[in-house]
């Protein structure tokens, strides 16, 4: 065997991206690696497809994983191997262990990735697939992306997932979607079945595996816009919902940007903030309500949704808002008129942040106007009408009209 470097003296973690293969799907390098380190961290599974050439002690993941994680930062500056399934950047090792060690302390050298090779097997051109984990998350996280037509390839947790998966399709209108499960991609014993998600009669499913689903939308089908304001029937309610068309304007004004964190005060049904989440996954709500049956029907909604990470914060303002993270935009939509939360959610943006506020009482309006003649912002006010029955004929119905006060801390 040649010598092995670990690279710089500062690059003293190794993280490489092991297939179902083992050994054989690595490259020379990888393999010198691994049989020069004298430390190897990775899973049960991993350690045993490399277990040919591992000579060094090899230590299995524990339970917390913090606890592993912490082990590999202990021996920060000596040489440490990690494995990893595929590509460790891809919803795996390298993305966690990256949080608390610099990348300049390490290399990584990746195999393909579930994705990659489902993608390769099925034909699917990758960068028009829908590529999501559902490796240990909700399988609700699946449900903003079936639009008829869409391709979508998802991990898995186990070999019970793809009946739970096809089941939830069938339940939602999406049962005639067809479903491919790949199994040990990659490896001696992959294998690559199909059925249609209502008709699943699949046994025998590999723990190890990959479902890509070809999405048909049967009548009825709840598929969710891409753009906001999306339909009130979506929502379960008990009339406290900011409406479709105000809720479209109210998110335009917010202006959600990358990465970002809303607080949504009087959540109601939680609404604005679940279309906040929905416009990107990597923005983040707080919904703040009061009453606890709107607390649990805006969970409900959220899960509905596909976005079951909303944070739901039982209480009313201002003092619900007490430790809360610093957020970059604040709506408020019911609950502002009363003592002292219009001045805890302005004094709680960060600088840059932006709030809006939506009022349709008399009282909340005057209060609008007050703030927005001390802090100026601005004012808009928005009216609906709706066609509805006369008599034997049509007329406009109007909405309550809104008042909208905008506003951006310097």
Not at 217 to 222: K, M, Q, S
Request: net charge negative; aromatic share 6%.
């Amino acid at each position: 065997m040649s010598d092995v470097s670990f690279a710089p003296a500062e690059c003293w973690l190794t993280i490489i991206g092991i297939g179902e293969d083992g050994p054989a799907g690595l490259g020379d390098e990888a393999k010198a690696l691994i049989s020069a380190a004298k430390v190897v961290f990775g899973g049960a599974r991993h350690l045993e497809l490399a277990s040919p050439i591992i000579s060094g002690t090899t230590f299995t993941w524990e339970s917390p994983f913090q606890r592993s994680i912490e082990a590999v930062i202990a021996r920060r500056g000596r040489p440490v191997v990690v494995l990893g399934s595929g590509d460790p950047f891809l919803y795996g090792i390298g993305a966690t262990l990256c949080r608390s060690i610099g990348v300049g302390e390490m290399r990584t050298i990746p195999a393909p990735s579930s994705f990659s090779l489902a993608a390769a097997r099925l034909g699917w051109p990758l960068q028009e697939v829908a590529s999501i984990s559902l490796h240990g998350r909700p399988l609700e996280l699946l449900l903003p992306h079936l639009h008829h037509d869409r391709r979508i390839i998802a991990l898995t947790s186990d070999g019970k997932t793809p009946l739970r998966l096809a089941e939830m399709l069938r339940d939602i209108g999406f049962g005639r979607s067809r479903l491919h499960l790949l199994e040990a991609i990659g490896g001696q014993h992959e294998r690559q079945r199909s059925v249609i998600a209502e008709d699943f009669d699949l046994s025998d499913v590999s723990p190890l595996n990959v479902c890509a689903i070809e999405v048909v939308a049967g009548e009825g089908a709840r598929q969710l816009a891409f753009t906001p304001g999306l339909d009130d029937s979506l929502f379960e309610h008990d009339g406290q919902i900011t409406k479709k068309e105000i809720r479209a304007f109210t998110l335009s004004a917010l202006a959600p940007r990358h990465g970002e964190l809303l607080w949504d005060v009087g959540a109601g049904c939680g609404s604005i903030g679940i279309e906040w989440m929905l416009a990107n996954p990597s923005l983040r709500a707080i919904a703040i309500e009061q009453s606890s049956e709107r607390a649990a029907r805006v969970a409900r909604n959220a899960l509905a949704f596909g976005v079951p990470g909303l944070s739901i914060v039982e209480g009313a303002a201002p003092l619900a808002l007490e430790g809360l993270p610093e957020p970059d935009a604040i709506f408020v939509g019911g609950g502002g008129s009363e003592a002292g939360v219009m001045e805890a959610v302005m004094g709680a943006l960060r600088p840059g942040g932006r709030l809006v506020a939506n009022a349709v009482t008399l009282e909340m309006e005057a209060l609008l106007l007050s703030l927005h003649k001390k802090h100026g912002g601005s004012l808009t006010r928005i009216e609906i009408a709706r066609v509805a029955p006369v008599g034997t004929m049509s007329g406009w119905r109007p909405a309550m009209p809104v008042t909208q006060w905008r506003w951006t801390r310097e």
